[in-house]
């Protein structure tokens, strides 16, 4: 392999093909909406997309960039999704304060329980994020006076941001989200060049070495973890307006384990890898779902020809065949 | 005044004495290296210098204070840099890349979202400083997984010397080295040592070598202190010779 195709290197000296890329992914999402139905979809599977590749990515920043996993994303995206819903529901008609309310109990949930399980090492570590996912599941499955139970929470609408009209137009709601997709993505890229994600970087190629450099490994773990569910519970919030209602199961470790398996199939020692994961896995489950109910063995098989062949994920495939 | 003090040192796992009552005295500027066969406790004796874990007994101190109980991160912030036996790097990062974690992390930045200008700049140019000093310059921008042993050796050293340490731990150096290779990484330290004034200890397999850069030797045997002394004096040394030296010639 030529050194310019280094995985962790390629964040902090960004080289031309990168830039075009770059170019490329932001062209496509600024015109979605042109394109969507033409291709048979809808605006509204777009806003999914980016939706799931933001839980993806921020999976992705301690999956892949700090090397450590959870399986229980789902908390975090599910937390958001329920605070925006129960805001709407409950306490005022405003979309912001929707989305902070959201965006704060996943992202104070990740840190309390991240505090805890940060010690934890490996598998143990990823065996508790799926037990607190699971927490959150059953309590929002058995309050039914609170959460709906069962049948999720109905009932709220997302509003209008003064004169933005996000709650009647799908197109419009689609560059919302489109706009703090952005926002958290430059936060990430900003995070992974600088001196505390050169550190994570670090803690993921060898922890051993970091701490014996004075880098705190727990506590820059910990630091990592909460942010990671910062960019999921944003994403959890976005995905409560899409849908107008809030699913006990955005709470269920199924979601994790499609989160986890949109960035090792997208690429998870790339940026955008998980993106492009979560644009495969959202639109197969849209359209084999329309066929059969068996859609999951579909999304199965290619996870596994992709971990088998192509080991870097499909933009670490893309990018090895693209001229240097 | 001694720099680093260990003071009757020993750890047992279980009903195993790995390290059984060392004691240490390694004064400013000095190099002093640490022999002994295979299993003599070395490696165990240096991570309780380092922290890694703490003695069952016994003290450490460091510049006159008691460090027995503070944790391995936070004596790399009193000045304690190692490197160890089997090289730990960051093998997908470049060279420039490993060395600036070190650099960013002994200037405090490790928290940093972003450096202003003045701080960039000095990151840079330590970074810069420990690359000529370790003579890497030219590789500065390879992947680390992708150079020599002996580059590799260098560059886990010159991350050691990012840290701006006032002692550096080195263990076995040149392990598992060709001769060029030791020639380099012993060029190295005696520079190191002789001409920046580092204070050094080593613990090294490799008799030429420890000969050659020592000021002092300790000689472990069975987790214990068998002899300590200049070169000659170990060399002289009739139990040496025949628990250590003798086996190995």
């Keep these: 392999m030529s050194t310019t195709t280094a995985p962790g290197t390629l964040l902090a000296r960004p080289d031309r093909s990168n830039l075009l890329g770059q170019i490329a992914i932001w062209l496509l999402l600024l015109t979605a909406p042109f394109w969507m139905n033409a291709l048979g979809g809808y605006t509204a599977l ?270 670490g495939f893309i990018r090895r065949r693209a001229p240097a | 005044m001694s720099l680093l003090e260990v003071r009757s040192a020993t750890k047992t796992f279980g009903n195993l004495v790995a390290v059984n009552d060392v004691s240490l005295s390694v004064g400013h500027g000095e190099l002093r290296a640490i022999i002994g066969p295979n299993g003599a406790g070395k490696t165990t004796f240096f991570n309780l210098i380092t922290g890694f874990f703490a003695p069952t007994s016994g003290e450490i101190w460091f510049d006159g204070k008691d460090i027995t109980r503070v944790p391995a991160v936070e004596r790399v912030g009193l000045g304690m840099a190692r490197t160890f036996q089997i090289t730990e790097i960051f093998p997908e990062l470049t060279i420039r890349e490993n060395i600036r974690v070190a650099a960013e992390s002994s200037a405090g930045l490790r928290l940093r979202p972003w450096l202003n200008r003045q701080q960039e700049a000095e ?34 050293i010159a991350m050691a010397l990012a840290l701006k340490p006032r002692i550096l731990l080195l263990d076995e150096p040149t392990a598992g080295m060709g001769e060029q290779e030791t020639y380099q990484v012993a060029g190295l330290i005696r520079r190191l040592h002789r001409h920046t004034g580092y204070t050094i200890v080593l613990i090294e397999h490799d008799m030429r070598v420890v000969f050659n850069l020592a000021d002092r030797i300790l000689v472990l045997a069975e987790g214990a202190v068998l002899a300590e002394g200049t070169p000659q004096e170990i060399a002289d040394n009739p139990m040496v010779q025949q628990a250590y030296l003798g086996k190995n010639q």
């Design chain 1, 46 to 315: 777009a806003s999914r997309v980016l939706i799931f590749g933001l839980a993806a990515m921020g999976l992705n920043f301690l999956l892949g960039f700090t090397g450590v996993m959870s399986f229980g994303h789902a908390a975090y995206f599910g937390l958001g999704v329920y605070g925006a819903g129960l805001t709407l529901l409950y306490v005022a008609h405003s979309t912001p304060l929707a989305m902070l309310d959201g965006i704060l109990l996943g992202t104070v949930g990740a840190a309390i329980f991240g505090a805890l399980i940060v010690r934890r090492k490996g598998v143990y570590f990823a065996m508790l994020t799926i037990a607190f996912g699971q927490i959150c599941y059953y309590i929002a499955y058995s309050w039914n006076d609170f959460t709906g139970g069962y049948d999720g929470l109905r009932g709220f609408q997302r509003q209008p941001i003064g004169p933005i009209d996000i709650e009647n137009s799908g197109e419009v709601f689609y560059y919302y989200v489109l706009f703090v997709f952005a926002i958290c993505v430059a936060l990430m890229a900003l995070l992974l060049r600088s001196p505390f994600g050169r550190s994570l970087i670090a803690i993921r190629e060898n922890q051993r070495r970091a701490l014996f450099l004075g880098i705190p490994v727990e506590r820059h773990i910990w630091l990592s973890f909460t942010i990671s569910a910062f960019f999921a519970s944003v994403a959890g919030a976005l995905y409560a307006l899409l849908n107008n209602f809030a699913d006990p199961s955005s709470l269920n470790y199924v979601i994790s384990g499609d989160i986890v398996i949109m960035a090792v199939m997208g690429g998870m020692r790339s940026f955008w890898g998980p993106l492009i994961g979560a644009a495969v896995f959202v639109v197969l489950q849209d359209y084999i779902s329309s066929m059969t109910v068996n859609w999951m063995s579909w999304i199965g098989l290619i996870f596994v020809v992709v971990v088998l062949f192509f080991p870097r994920g499909l933009l």
């Design chain 2, 123 to 156: 990151v840079r140019d330590a970074v810069d400083e420990v690359l000529v000093a370790s003579r890497l310059t030219e590789h500065a921008d390879r992947l680390v997984g992708e150079l020599s042993h002996g580059d590799q050796r260098s560059a886990e």
